[in-house]
């Protein structure tokens, strides 16, 4: 059924979240629902970038490591994340990319259950994460194991070591049982990593609660730290003083500043640090925590998944495109509609001031953050994409394939 503007107007007016839109510029004219590919840019965020070049840097110059709390920022930043994602501050830091702490906290899992040779993941997560495990199942002489969702639970047995897992589907937006999978990889000894790139800032998640072992996360998505955004890492309590990775940097040894010759790990997940943090961006990424500043987190899963619900629901009536129903109960904040021409129509559709993203060869992938997705944006998102399918506007010439995937 396609939504009214009456029923839109109504829950927009009783939205308990309204109020965070305006903590973002968003481009008037513009209807934008690809915030789980690249979070809107903190309207706070200009201000604190030009503070932080002109007087930071510009002025304070190399005294500003200190002065400005520099060289505490993945461990001050990670702390300001860690409500985000249920961790206690000192068990998560901001540092690096989400391929090289999948890397990383693979690496320390494998050393932390030696004898067993085997990585375990579902065969349709996002392919980066199975290219790493590749590489390191080649370096460490591991086998990684690729299987259905509906075959996890029956292959964990007594040789896997580390049960690697996206929280939220990045195409399906099913959402796995952090809790119930956790406990099966532990009942046979083995640890978990959870990638939390599609759900950091949009659902609720309990690291600690749920006794995980490691997780990582995106900067750029829902947390909205900007392009190329520093990711995070959880090293949950139990593992500080044990868990190694196999790629290590000055700035997780112990004494950094001693420059002694061999590495000696730093207390807590600050071990997982590497080499020198790239101020500027972690800058903007704090800019984009920031915005989640007294937001209730379940409010922002409810609110999503009713976005999600009145799109998928208008969509499917309209002409020439199937919508994957929005999985029962708890799912991510995005939706796929296929159509067999996907890019043409998003390119037209984009054309019209509504920004999604597509991936071949037939899905368009709408996002729906609860932080600056307005009800009515749901109406008018479904009313440019029946224009776009009435007119048959897609067909033409300007809309043709050019260029990279959005």
Same mark, same amino acid.
């Given at each position: 059924?396609?939504?009214?503007?009456?029923?839109?107007?109504?829950?927009?007016?009783?939205?308990?979240?309204?109020?965070?839109?305006?903590?973002?510029?968003?481009?008037?004219? $513009?209807?934008?629902? +690809?915030?789980?590919?690249?979070?809107?840019?903190?309207?706070?965020?200009?201000?604190?970038?030009?503070?932080? !070049?002109?007087?930071?840097?510009?002025?304070?110059?190399?005294?500003? &490591?200190?002065?400005?709390?520099?060289?505490?920022?993945?461990?001050?930043?990670?702390?300001?994340?860690?409500?985000?994602?249920?961790?206690?501050?000192?068990?998560?830091?901001?540092?690096?990319?989400? @391929?090289?702490?999948?890397? =990383?906290?693979?690496?320390?899992? %494998?050393?932390?259950?030696?004898?067993?040779?085997?990585?375990?993941?579902?065969?349709?997560?996002?392919?980066?994460?199975?290219? $790493?495990?590749?590489?390191?199942?080649?370096?460490?002489?591991?086998?990684? =194991?690729?299987?259905?969702?509906?075959?996890?639970?029956?292959?964990? +047995?007594?040789? !896997?070591?580390?049960?690697?897992?996206?929280?939220?589907?990045?195409?399906?937006?099913?959402?796995?049982?952090?809790?119930?999978? @956790?406990?099966?990889?532990?009942?046979?000894?083995?640890?978990?990593? *959870?990638?939390? @790139?599609?759900?950091?800032?949009?659902?609720? !998640?309990?690291?600690?609660? +749920?006794?995980?072992? #490691?997780?990582?996360?995106?900067?750029?998505?829902? %947390?909205?730290?900007?392009?190329?955004?520093?990711?995070?890492?959880?090293?949950?309590?139990?593992? *500080?003083?044990?868990?190694?990775?196999?790629?290590?940097? &000055?700035?997780?040894?112990?004494?950094?500043?001693?420059?002694?010759?061999? #590495?000696?790990?730093?207390?807590?997940?600050?071990?997982? %640090?590497?080499?020198?943090?790239?101020?500027?961006?972690?800058?903007?990424?704090?800019?984009?925590?920031?915005?989640?500043?007294?937001?209730?987190?379940?409010?922002?899963?409810?609110? @999503?998944?009713?976005?999600?619900?009145? #799109?998928?629901?208008?969509?499917?009536?309209?002409?020439?495109?199937?919508?994957?129903?929005?999985?029962?109960?708890?799912?991510?904040?995005?939706?796929?509609?296929?159509?067999?021409?996907?890019?043409?129509?998003?390119?037209?559709?984009?054309?019209?001031?509504?920004?999604? +993203?597509?991936?071949?060869?037939?899905?368009?992938?709408?996002?729906?953050?609860?932080?600056?997705?307005? #009800?009515?944006?749901?109406?008018?998102?479904?009313?440019?994409?029946?224009?776009?399918?009435?007119?048959?506007?897609?067909?033409?010439?300007?809309?043709?394939?050019?260029?990279? $995937?959005?």
């Amino acid at each position: 059924m396609m939504p009214t503007p009456t029923q839109l107007a109504a829950l927009d007016a009783a939205d308990p979240l309204a109020h965070a839109r305006a903590r973002f510029r968003l481009p008037p004219g $513009v209807i934008y629902l +690809d915030g789980n590919s690249l979070g809107p840019l903190p309207a706070a965020l200009p201000e604190r970038l030009a503070q932080t !070049v002109a007087g930071e840097w510009g002025d304070g110059l190399i005294r500003s &490591w200190n002065d400005a709390g520099w060289i505490d920022l993945p461990v001050t930043l990670g702390a300001a994340i860690a409500p985000l994602v249920g961790a206690e501050p000192a068990a998560v830091v901001a540092c690096d990319s989400v @391929s090289l702490n999948l890397f =990383k906290l693979a690496s320390a899992a %494998l050393a932390l259950r030696p004898g067993r040779r085997t990585i375990l993941m579902e065969a349709s997560d996002f392919p980066t994460d199975a290219y $790493v495990m590749q590489g390191l199942a080649r370096l460490a002489g591991v086998t990684l =194991k690729r299987v259905p969702r509906a075959e996890l639970v029956t292959a964990l +047995d007594a040789d !896997v070591a580390l049960l690697l897992l996206s929280h939220a589907h990045y195409v399906t937006a099913e959402v796995h049982d952090m809790a119930a999978m @956790s406990a099966a990889a532990h009942a046979v000894g083995a640890l978990t990593l *959870w990638d939390l @790139s599609h759900s950091a800032g949009a659902l609720v !998640v309990q690291l600690d609660a +749920d006794g995980i072992d #490691f997780a990582v996360g995106c900067g750029y998505k829902f %947390l909205n730290g900007g392009p190329g955004a520093p990711a995070f890492a959880y090293l949950a309590r139990r593992h *500080w003083e044990t868990a190694l990775p196999a790629l290590t940097g &000055w700035m997780g040894h112990a004494a950094p500043f001693d420059f002694a010759a061999d #590495f000696a790990p730093a207390a807590g997940a600050r071990r997982l %640090l590497t080499g020198t943090p790239p101020i500027l961006a972690m800058r903007a990424l704090e800019a984009g925590v920031a915005t989640f500043a007294d937001i209730d987190i379940a409010q922002a899963e409810a609110k @999503s998944r009713q976005l999600v619900a009145l #799109f998928a629901a208008g969509a499917a009536t309209l002409p020439g495109v199937t919508v994957d129903a929005p999985p029962q109960g708890r799912h991510g904040a995005h939706v796929i509609i296929r159509h067999p021409e996907a890019r043409r129509v998003m390119t037209a559709l984009i054309a019209r001031g509504v920004i999604g +993203d597509m991936r071949p060869p037939d899905a368009m992938r709408f996002g729906f953050p609860a932080l600056t997705t307005r #009800f009515a944006d749901v109406g008018t998102a479904l009313a440019a994409l029946q224009a776009v399918l009435d007119s048959g506007e897609w067909q033409e010439e300007r809309f043709a394939p050019r260029g990279m $995937v959005s």
